[in-house]
């Protein structure tokens, strides 16, 4: 599997996430700086976590009309898979990849801690390796991860299978652990057609027990499995 891993002044995960990838794929990924209009022929592009600069502005705001931007949308558009995460997430919904926006937590603090997700859907290439209901641990680390979507936006959301994953507590009960308020306790959502996922959580975080857990892993292994 090929993978771009988009850079951003100032950003600190475009490694982390990178590491991944290449634990699951085998694959050093190419890091591709934000101000190139070209992106290099790849089977995933990702958009990463790790303060974008221009946050005092809105978060993703400026990022979004970074040059690379374009062509990340024109590959996406094609079907490219695209992973968006944390600031990634942020990136991708100011630029129309994922429904919805992201708002200031609701208790107005930055949140830096492990949270429990309950994946809402399998079926998906970057969710195959989890059961749908399953609840894993991954690290969240924002101020602005505060989804929120309109009722029409939602229950296209919700009828469509469009939810990634839900905040919970470690019993998987959705009526608690939400760390930032997000409607309905979102934490991540997939376009119409699944090839593009953003996520507030890290799963990048989650890959290697020295890092504290692992059950991030699968996702970067289903996508090495599905797309090699």
């Known amino acids: 599997m090929k993978a771009a891993v ?24 190419r890091l ?19 303060f974008a600069y221009g946050d005092y502005l809105r978060c993703g705001a400026m990022a979004a009309h970074s040059p690379v931007m374009r062509e990340v949308k024109a590959r996406a558009e094609k079907g490219v898979p695209v992973l968006a995460v944390c600031n990634g997430f942020q990136i ?5 990849l994922v429904p919805g926006t992201l708002m200031r937590n609701a208790h107005l603090q930055f949140v830096c801690s492990d ?20 609840v894993i641990r991954v690290p969240v680390a924002h101020a602005e991860g505060n989804y929120f979507a309109d009722e029409d936006t939602l229950k296209r959301l919700e009828d469509r299978g469009q ?46 027990a020295l890092f504290g857990g692992t059950d991030g892993k699968p996702m970067f292994d289903a996508l090495a499995a599905s797309l090699a």
């Open 6 to 29: 988009l850079v951003f002044p100032g950003t600190n995960r475009e490694h982390d996430i990178a590491g991944a990838i290449e634990r699951s794929s085998g694959v050093k990924p």
């Open 32 to 50: 591709v700086w934000h101000g190139d209009s070209d992106l290099p022929k790849v089977d995933l592009i990702v958009v990463p976590g790790g």
């Open 92 to 96: 991708a919904a100011e630029v129309g």
């Open 115 to 134: 949270v429990h997700l309950k994946v809402a859907t399998s079926q998906s290439l970057f969710t195959n390796r989890y059961q749908t209901g399953q």
């Open 163 to 208: 939810i990634a994953f839900r905040y919970c507590d470690a019993a998987g009960d959705t009526a608690a652990g939400n760390p930032n308020g997000s409607i309905r306790n979102i934490a991540g959502v997939f376009n119409d057609t699944k090839t593009v996922l953003g996520m507030m959580p890290h799963p990048e975080n989650a890959t290697e």
